[in-house]
């Protein structure tokens, strides 16, 4: 059904138009009258119309173009497409109206559509844009990975991310802007590089893990030979240092596989832990057995503290030969015993031996004829100053008198020290 018609548009329409008794149809326009159709057994006003209609239809068609230029959905081969279309059927159309008005309108609507199509250009064109920058970031974040140093690269993470790098690119090619083709080509190929390198990489270190990890298992297999052999062994002080070069060798052999390294250590740990369990076990026995000997050297070192301090040097040396003779006949203690006791008696001996050093320098003729000299020597210089000292007296001279004063105080000082040194190696 067509739509209602506007009777002051059509009688205006109509004012454009005329038929003539044959019933043809004509409309006017700047360029003259043209034939537009026929319509004959019809009245003038039917003719007329039907044709007037038509043109109605034209312009409706025109102002629809019009309202949609301002929608920002419009796409630029759209408004190209109706633009050209409406300019065809406007150029001599079986129509009565306005024609050269309708005409005129179409001709400013190119400009808008100008417009529009400049404004879609640029946005077009700014989507490129941030496509291409969005498409070369992910390039990079590719590049950055695969330049990554293989030995400190996570390898699982790594490739995870790769992949939705990937997915990412696919994304931005099925529903993203189009970009040049040269732009992207040039793009994938530095992606599909990065892509590659990282693969080689990879595949490089994994191979030369694997070669590792068998070169580790190989030694370690070896390590575990070693470490079995020796559990079994009764040689304790040795072969608990052999156990520690196994494990500084096993530290130095790497890591195997986890599996493999998993199992080996638990084949070297349990011949380990079977060694020491077994020296332990003796060790309690032999504590055990030596218990009795700790309470003998506790009871020996009791006498032998009551020494100290030394006041009788030859008796406290006496008694302490005497008491090593014990000491050493007593025989072994628990080995968790033995520095203690030990440090106990080597202070005692300490003592005696401090207090015979003490004596020995008391006595020593040659420390005793050094401090006679010494002192023979500053009672000349004394007798020397204090002659001084009159003479500068006697002469009232005050700064001679505070210097000899002060030097003969300096010699009289010293001369007691010497003289009570000279008495002590008198004893």
Same mark, same amino acid.
């Given at each position: 059904?067509?739509?209602?018609?506007?009777?002051?548009?059509?009688?205006?329409?109509?004012?454009?138009?005329?038929?003539?008794?044959?019933?043809?149809?004509?409309?006017?326009?700047?360029?003259?009258?043209?034939?537009?159709?026929?319509?004959?057994?019809?009245?003038? $006003?039917?003719?007329?119309? +039907?044709?007037?209609?038509?043109?109605?239809?034209?312009?409706?068609?025109?102002?629809?173009?019009?309202?949609?230029?301002?929608?920002?959905?419009?796409?630029?081969?759209?408004?190209? #497409?109706?633009?050209?279309?409406?300019?065809? %059927?406007?150029?001599?159309?079986?129509?009565?109206?306005?024609?050269?008005?309708?005409?005129?309108?179409?001709?400013?609507?190119?400009?808008? =559509?100008?417009?529009?199509?400049?404004?879609?250009?640029?946005?077009?064109?700014?989507?490129? %844009?941030? =496509?291409?920058?969005?498409?070369?970031?992910?390039?990079? #974040?590719?590049?950055?990975?695969?330049?990554?140093?293989?030995?400190?690269?996570?390898?699982?993470?790594?490739?995870?991310?790769?992949? +939705?790098?990937? %997915?990412?690119?696919?994304?931005?090619?099925?529903?993203?802007?189009?970009?040049?083709?040269?732009?992207?080509?040039?793009?994938?190929?530095?992606?599909?590089?990065?892509?590659?390198?990282? $693969?080689?990489?990879?595949?490089?270190?994994?191979?030369?893990?694997?070669?590792?990890?068998?070169?580790?298992?190989?030694?370690?297999?070896?390590?575990?030979?070693?470490?079995?052999?020796?559990?079994?062994?009764?040689?304790?002080?040795?072969?608990?240092?052999?156990?520690?070069?196994?494990?500084?060798?096993?530290?130095?052999?790497?890591?195997?596989?986890?599996?493999? $390294?998993?199992?080996?250590?638990?084949?070297?740990?349990?011949?380990?832990?079977?060694?020491?369990?077994?020296?332990?076990?003796?060790?309690?026995?032999?504590?055990?057995?030596?218990?009795?000997?700790?309470?003998?050297?506790?009871?020996?070192?009791? %006498?032998?503290?009551?020494?100290?301090?030394?006041?009788?040097?030859?008796?406290?040396?006496? @008694?302490?030969?005497?008491?090593? $003779?014990?000491?050493?006949?007593?025989?072994?203690?628990?080995?968790?015993?033995?520095?203690?006791?030990?440090?106990?008696?080597? @202070?005692?001996?300490?003592?005696?031996?401090?207090?015979? #050093?003490?004596?020995?320098?008391?006595?020593?003729?040659?420390?005793?004829?050094?401090?006679?000299?010494?002192?023979?020597?500053?009672?000349?210089?004394?007798?020397?100053?204090?002659?001084?000292? =009159?003479?500068? #007296?006697?002469?009232?001279?005050?700064?001679?008198?505070?210097?000899?004063?002060?030097?003969?105080?300096?010699?009289?000082?010293?001369?007691?020290?010497?003289?009570?040194?000279?008495?002590?190696?008198?004893?």
């Amino acid at each position: 059904m067509a739509p209602p018609v506007d009777a002051a548009e059509a009688a205006h329409a109509a004012t454009f138009g005329r038929v003539d008794d044959e019933g043809s149809v004509f409309v006017v326009e700047a360029a003259g009258e043209r034939l537009v159709g026929q319509f004959p057994g019809a009245t003038a $006003d039917e003719a007329l119309a +039907l044709y007037v209609r038509r043109y109605l239809d034209l312009q409706a068609k025109v102002v629809l173009f019009e309202t949609r230029l301002t929608a920002r959905d419009l796409a630029i081969k759209e408004i190209d #497409q109706t633009l050209a279309r409406l300019a065809e %059927e406007l150029a001599e159309p079986a129509a009565v109206g306005d024609l050269d008005g309708l005409r005129a309108r179409l001709e400013g609507l190119k400009s808008v =559509a100008a417009e529009r199509r400049a404004a879609a250009e640029a946005e077009r064109a700014a989507a490129r %844009e941030a =496509a291409v920058a969005a498409r070369t970031q992910i390039v990079e #974040q590719a590049e950055k990975i695969a330049s990554t140093d293989p030995e400190r690269i996570q390898w699982r993470p790594a490739g995870e991310q790769l992949r +939705l790098l990937l %997915e990412q690119w696919k994304d931005a090619q099925r529903s993203g802007p189009r970009i040049d083709r040269p732009t992207e080509e040039s793009l994938w190929k530095r992606f599909s590089h990065a892509r590659t390198t990282f $693969d080689r990489e990879r595949r490089h270190f994994f191979a030369e893990l694997e070669s590792r990890n068998a070169g580790a298992k190989q030694a370690k297999e070896a390590l575990v030979q070693e470490a079995e052999k020796l559990s079994t062994s009764t040689d304790w002080g040795h072969t608990a240092g052999a156990y520690r070069d196994l494990m500084t060798r096993w530290k130095a052999a790497g890591r195997a596989s986890r599996a493999d $390294d998993d199992a080996l250590w638990a084949r070297f740990r349990a011949a380990q832990d079977a060694f020491f369990a077994a020296r332990d076990a003796e060790s309690a026995a032999t504590d055990t057995e030596y218990q009795a000997n700790l309470e003998v050297k506790e009871a020996i070192l009791v %006498e032998a503290e009551r020494l100290v301090p030394v006041t009788d040097l030859a008796a406290a040396k006496a @008694a302490l030969r005497t008491l090593q $003779d014990r000491w050493e006949s007593a025989g072994k203690v628990p080995r968790g015993d033995v520095q203690r006791v030990e440090g106990r008696m080597r @202070a005692v001996e300490t003592a005696v031996r401090d207090a015979e #050093q003490a004596v020995w320098r008391r006595s020593n003729p040659e420390t005793r004829a050094r401090a006679e000299g010494a002192a023979a020597q500053l009672e000349s210089a004394i007798a020397a100053l204090e002659e001084d000292l =009159a003479k500068a #007296q006697a002469k009232g001279d005050k700064r001679k008198v505070e210097e000899a004063q002060a030097a003969l105080d300096a010699r009289r000082a010293w001369l007691e020290q010497v003289q009570r040194a000279a008495q002590d190696a008198r004893g």
